[in-house]
């Protein structure tokens, strides 16, 4: 089975420097790599301490120095917030100096609050998305090309960095059968995630991938799917319940950011509830919490509802210690993998 992280590189102690997550991200991605882990994501998000990481492909430049083997991906970033000509250059320069090992994983956004600071219209980001796709494809596929789309015009241009990879892996991530569309249109992969859902949602949501694909006459298998869960081993229910309380802390500064209802309270995001909210037990129970034996079979389980190629997991979430998180994914190699590899098999 193929395993990978995913660092949010949240603050939720407002007090911890910002050169200490990045290091703790840096030191864990260090780890995945002796462990075998093959993919390392790192996500992209702006002016608060949600994510303190404004560009993941500068962390897969920094990270590509301090590993030998693990592929590095972003997830991600976040179309309409750039200027399609630079990203194209930064997108190539990062595989050419990770020696063809960036996983490029790109979305449309979701957050109001970072598009207004940005000056663009989130109500048209599907539509920015799908061309910046286009000019995506041609930049890395010709030595010069031209784009005349309604939100990006570019005359005549030649892109000199190169990716390594040919062609380069892209996901598309964000659960929306559009965008999933869009990835079965370009050729792209699918990175979906069920928050603090259970296997009943994953299947659901896995459903809506086989549909966007289907309707593009597109064959499920080219999704590719890479699911992120949150995941933390350990025979402790007191520690496994503080760990789904920062799931929880984490899904809800997503929802309240989702919706432009979020509440500062000074520079620092507040957790308030989303709407449907489920217990914290309930969140406990559908998350990989627990023992080996316990998260090998939920994973089992999960694995099985959406068919995934890869499997990446968030073991850093909210104020969880760095030890802490190290600890799972050395649990999760060690003692987990192995039981799910047998129950496949």
């Known amino acids: 089975m193929d395993f990978g992280i995913f660092n949010l590189m949240g603050a939720r102690d407002p007090d911890k420097p910002a050169a200490q997550v990045f290091g703790e991200v840096a030191e864990q991605t260090k780890l995945a790599d002796e462990l075998g882990y093959t993919i390392a994501w790192f996500a992209e998000h702006h002016f608060s301490n949600y994510c303190l990481c404004a560009s993941p492909l500068m962390m897969v430049a920094h990270c590509a120095s301090v590993t030998r083997t693990i592929r590095l991906g972003t997830a991600v970033v976040v179309l309409p917030l750039y200027n399609p000509a630079r990203l194209a250059a930064e997108i190539a320069t990062a595989d050419a100096l990770s020696n063809g090992r960036l996983m490029l994983g790109i979305g449309a956004g979701y957050q109001p609050y970072e598009f207004e600071r940005f000056g663009v219209d989130i109500a048209e980001n599907l539509e920015m998305t799908s061309e910046f796709c286009d000019i995506l494809d041609l930049a890395f596929s010709r030595d010069f090309f031209r784009y005349d789309g309604k939100h990006y015009r570019m005359p005549d241009t030649h892109i000199p960095a190169r990716p390594v990879q040919n062609p380069l892996p892209i996901y598309v991530a964000g659960h929306s059968p559009a965008m999933f569309r869009t990835a079965a249109k370009h050729g792209y992969r699918v990175l979906t995630s069920g928050r603090v859902g259970g296997v009943k949602l994953l299947a659901e949501q896995y459903g809506d991938i086989v549909a966007a694909y289907a309707a593009e006459n597109v064959p499920v298998s080219r999704a590719h799917v890479t699911l992120n869960r949150f995941a933390h081993i350990t025979s402790s229910r007191e520690e496994g319940m503080r760990f789904a309380e920062n799931a929880r802390y984490q899904t809800r500064l997503a929802s309240s950011l989702r919706r432009r209802q979020e509440v500062m309270r000074g520079t620092v995001l507040v957790d308030v509830p989303f709407p449907d909210e489920p217990p914290l037990e309930t969140i ?14 939920k994973l089992v389980a999960e694995i099985g509802a959406t068919r995934p190629e ?16 190290m600890r799972s994914m050395e649990l999760m190699i060690g003692e987990v993998k192995p039981r799910v590899e047998k129950a496949l098999s």
């Open 284 to 297: 406990y129970d559908n998350l990989l919490i627990g023992d080996p034996d316990s998260v090998a079979e």
């Open 310 to 325: 890869h499997v990446c997991f968030s073991f850093k979430v909210g104020d969880t210690p760095h030890k802490t998180a």
